[in-house]
């Protein structure tokens, strides 16, 4: 049963307003205290990335939320922030990179590749792809 509710009632709005001022620190590379963010379900930050942080700025966001979660051991939040980084711009570098990466270490090789295949330019990314093609001989 999932708690997430888009709709904010007064209790939550208390929340939401913790996360505005986290979110504004977090885009500045300062240190944040994250632990907030293990309040939160991954649809709730979602919804308030959505809803409130500038359209210009969600897709840094939802990275940079991806990679908290990964190294925090939220892996199943992961691919939900960088799905919806992609929604917003298919085309973002930094999030097929990061999708790629995480898929990678999944072991989901046709799906990292799927991915890592549009910036091979990349050498980090170079180095996976060709461990996949080791990895699939």
Same mark, same amino acid.
């Given at each position: 049963?999932? +708690?997430?509710?888009?709709?904010? =009632?007064?209790?939550?709005?208390?929340?939401? %307003?913790? +996360?505005?001022?986290?979110?504004?620190?977090?885009?500045?590379?300062?240190?944040?205290?994250?632990?907030? +963010?293990?309040?939160?379900?991954?649809?709730?930050?979602?919804?308030?990335?959505?809803? $409130?942080?500038?359209? $210009?700025?969600?897709?840094?966001?939802?990275?940079?939320?991806?990679?908290?979660?990964?190294?925090?051991?939220?892996? =199943?939040?992961?691919?939900?922030?960088?799905?919806?980084?992609?929604?917003? %711009?298919?085309?973002?570098?930094?999030?097929? @990179?990061?999708?790629?990466?995480?898929?990678?270490?999944?072991?989901?090789?046709?799906?990292?590749? @799927?991915?890592?295949?549009?910036?091979?330019?990349?050498?980090?990314?170079?180095?996976?792809?060709?461990?996949?093609?080791?990895?699939?001989?």
């Amino acid at each position: 049963s999932k +708690l997430a509710n888009t709709t904010l =009632d007064s209790s939550s709005s208390k929340k939401y %307003a913790n +996360l505005a001022v986290f979110f504004t620190v977090f885009l500045q590379k300062k240190s944040v205290d994250s632990t907030l +963010l293990e309040n939160y379900d991954v649809e709730s930050l979602l919804f308030y990335i959505i809803n $409130h942080v500038p359209l $210009h700025q969600q897709v840094e966001v939802l990275n940079q939320l991806a990679v908290w979660f990964s190294e925090n051991g939220r892996q =199943d939040d992961v691919i939900p922030c960088l799905n919806q980084a992609l929604e917003i %711009a298919p085309e973002d570098i930094l999030s097929k @990179k990061n999708l790629g990466i995480f898929l990678f270490s999944l072991k989901e090789y046709d799906l990292a590749r @799927k991915y890592l295949s549009k910036i091979k330019e990349d050498p980090e990314v170079k180095q996976i792809l060709d461990q996949i093609a080791i990895i699939e001989r």
